[in-house]
């Protein structure tokens, strides 16, 4: 009995130390009762829901939005354009035409659109057709700054524009790439839609719906970031961003909303950064060219689909240029660039304009269904005309 007695003693001595042990803790680290309720799923009540919310993602992005939102401007844009108007129908010229001109008239055109600060001293970037043909371009920052903004190059092959203003220690959002993208991410679009219109910078917000959209037609090079975050007129060249404020992409287009809802698109950050760097350092994007237009190889009666996806017809030789000179025409078939099979016109697209113009480059496929090999030699890309 005395040794039941003496064993039951040293139990609750050792439970007092314990609680007493727990007290201190508690006391001095108050941090660690939380923490050790979660640990064991102890939580009760707003706790649980408040852990359980955090896992899921913040109640507010505002703080993103204070990140990201300084950095993103209004881009102002004028134009002189030539028309000729339609004046009231003149009988004769009626009954032959169905219309009449007038004489070509100058007068001023505006457009607006949005530009994200991505250096301190001042380089903005924004979307090639939103400063494509302008004569002056004005930026309006958030805290009200109007100043004049040089246009210091364009690439209309990605549809981005690279301007410069003046100033110092500007907010800026960095081009740096953070952890990868996936679909679900939730994204934030920052931009000034309906400008003239007063309505100022607004915040939309939504997921990523699709990564590598390259099928398009929306530019040359396409590797678009797809996105039902809101991006309304106005906001082309805005910032995409991600839930702590990171910039990932340009905002560039949507699809006609008369035929979907919710479908918009951004230029990827690493995208935007090569042709920024290029345009820095050389005034344009130096990419190879073999100087022909293309598309997707036809599928052949009888064949499948998915055999068909290799190679590309050439639609149009230019005049001059590497293919022709290289006796290339309208409606060979390539099959290999460079040594490797050819997937499609994406891929040959990117892989020619990696290469430096210089490159020799052999290729092969198929004229009339008669095997050909030649050689050729890059030349410098030139930018499509919009």
């Known amino acids: 009995?005395?040794?039941?007695?003496?064993?039951?003693?040293?139990?609750?001595?050792?439970?007092?130390?314990?609680?007493?042990?727990?007290?201190?803790?508690v006391w001095l680290l108050p941090e660690v009762g939380p923490a050790l309720r979660a640990r064991f799923g102890l939580q009760r009540g707003a706790a649980a829901a408040s852990?359980?919310?955090?896992?899921?993602?913040?109640?507010?992005?505002?703080?993103?939005?204070?990140?990201?939102?300084?950095?993103?401007?209004?881009?102002?844009?004028?134009?002189?354009?030539?028309?000729?108007?339609?004046l009231v129908p003149n009988p004769t010229l009626q009954r032959f035409t169905g219309i009449t001109l007038g004489p070509l008239r100058q007068r001023l055109q505006r457009a607006q659109g949005s530009g994200v600060i991505v250096d301190a001293d001042g380089y903005i970037l924004t979307n090639h057709h939103v400063?494509?043909?302008?004569?002056?371009?004005q930026t309006v920052l958030t805290d009200g700054r109007v100043t004049r903004?040089?246009?210091?190059?364009?690439?209309?092959?990605?549809?981005?524009?690279?301007?410069k203003i003046d100033g110092t220690n500007l907010p800026a959002l960095s081009l740096e790439e953070g952890e990868p993208l996936n679909v679900g991410d939730v994204v934030l679009a920052i931009g000034n839609p309906l400008g003239y219109q007063g309505l100022g910078q607004s915040v939309t917000q939504g997921i990523i719906s699709g990564l590598?959209?390259?099928?398009?037609?929306?530019?040359?090079?396409?590797?678009?970031?797809?996105?039902?975050?809101?991006?309304?007129?106005?906001?082309?060249?805005?910032?995409?961003?991600?839930?702590?404020g990171r910039l990932i992409g340009i905002?560039?287009?949507?699809?006609?909303?008369?035929?979907?809802?919710?479908?918009?698109?951004?230029?990827?950050?690493?995208?935007?950064k090569e042709v920024f760097d290029q345009i820095l350092d050389h005034g344009v994007v130096i990419r190879g060219w073999l100087g022909a237009e293309y598309?997707?190889?036809?599928?052949?009666?009888?064949?499948?689909?998915?055999?068909?996806?290799r190679g590309v017809a050439l639609t149009q030789v230019y005049a001059g240029g590497p293919a022709d000179q290289a006796g290339l025409q309208a409606g060979d078939v390539l099959l290999q660039f460079d040594g490797r099979d050819i997937v499609d016109q994406v891929d040959l697209r990117n892989r020619e304009a990696a290469l430096e113009p210089g490159s020799k480059v052999s290729v092969a496929g198929l004229r009339a269904g008669v095997p050909f090999q030649t050689e050729m030699v890059l030349t410098q890309r030139t930018p499509r005309r919009t």
């Open 149 to 163: 903004a040089r246009i210091v190059g364009t690439d209309s092959d990605t549809d981005i524009a690279v301007l």
């Open 295 to 309: 598309g997707d190889a036809p599928v052949l009666p009888g064949e499948l689909p998915a055999a068909a996806a």
């Open 1 to 25: 009995m005395p040794r039941v007695s003496r064993t039951l003693a040293f139990l609750f001595r050792s439970a007092v130390a314990g609680l007493a042990l727990a007290f201190v803790l």
């Open 212 to 244: 590598s959209r390259d099928n398009l037609r929306l530019s040359t090079f396409q590797d678009f970031i797809q996105t039902d975050a809101a991006i309304n007129s106005g906001s082309s060249g805005g910032a995409l961003v991600d839930a702590r």
């Open 51 to 86: 852990v359980a919310h955090s896992a899921a993602g913040p109640l507010s992005y505002a703080e993103a939005v204070e990140r990201a939102a300084p950095s993103v401007v209004s881009v102002y844009v004028s134009k002189v354009v030539t028309e000729r108007p339609i």
């Open 131 to 137: 400063i494509a043909g302008a004569d002056e371009v």
């Open 251 to 272: 905002n560039t287009a949507v699809v006609d909303r008369r035929t979907a809802e919710g479908i918009g698109f951004a230029i990827p950050i690493s995208t935007a």
